[in-house]
């Protein structure tokens, strides 16, 4: 769990601002250790009270069993690195470049999504400008919160602290907010005629969709020294929203579409800050070479997006 304390003249003078060694996994007190297994437990329990057991697509049961999905694959992404464990300064900073890439390629997918929402004539304010309030709601709300965080020093996360812990609250932060946008778009889905055909696509394409994303957040706290369990288990509470807001966006879902292109706005505002100001700028600090950080970066763009364009051809 979070804990602050405020930063003091004399917790200044630690070393390297406490970053961990990435080479280390990181202890952790007993009671981190009873938390995640508390919520590990809580997570399975939800699965298994929330299986749909024939209830109606049209049901909200169901659209909370849809959303509950794409929020446990969002945890298939931290797998991986229960098989690459030992990540140096150098490979830390390649992987800040690919979670960079990864975070730039979903923004721009937020925004092409964004801008694609239809216009009705009723809603009055353009769909740009609900856009583009939200990117700089976004992008303020990641500097205020940016702020809030450097004012104190102690700040631990499961086992992270000072640097890496401000660093890992602020992506848990825009992917969470990334997550209200996509569960309201997983409840609209749903709603109108052809909606269960049309939900079902969505899930599945949001599913897939956020494996990657997993692997985005995976890749910027694991090398840290974060355990690969409790990687799994933030990155499923990093999507916890998306059940959340798909619920009441699928039975309230004329009222939730206004709102849409400023939440993508929001998210992608708060996300692209976060890769350029931070995930980037220490990608090229770790490595010390341009062409390592941007190839990192440019890879990862590129194979994200390809990912997204593939399926959203499948919609």
Known sequence: TPTLRK?????????????????????????????????????????????????????AHYVWWCGWMTAVATGLGALPFYWLRDINKYWLGICNG??????LAATGCLFYEAWHIPQYADYGVSVTYRLLVGVVLGVLFIKFTKVFLEDYEDVKVCGLQGLDARKALLIMAVMTLHSISEGIGVGVSFGGEGGIRRGHIVTMTMAIHNIPEGVAISLALVPRGLSVFFAVLWCILSS????????????????????????????????????????LPESLEDTKSLPTTVSATSLAFMVFLTIQVVLSGSM
């Open 7 to 59: 930063h003091t003249a004399t917790d200044a003078s630690d070393d390297d601002d406490g970053e961990s060694d990435s080479d280390e996994q990181l202890e952790l007190d007993e009671s981190t250790k009873r938390y995640g297994y508390a919520a590990a437990a809580a997570m399975v329990l939800i699965t298994f009270y929330s299986v749909p057991h024939g209830a109606s697509g049209k049901s």
């Open 98 to 103: 690919l979670a960079g890439g990864m975070m």
């Open 240 to 279: 916890i929203p998306q059940p959340v807001f798909a619920v009441p966006s699928f039975l309230f879902v004329e009222q939730f579409l206004p709102i849409l292109p400023a939440g993508l706005g929001f998210a992608g505002g708060a996300m692209a800050y976060v890769a350029l100001q931070e995930l």
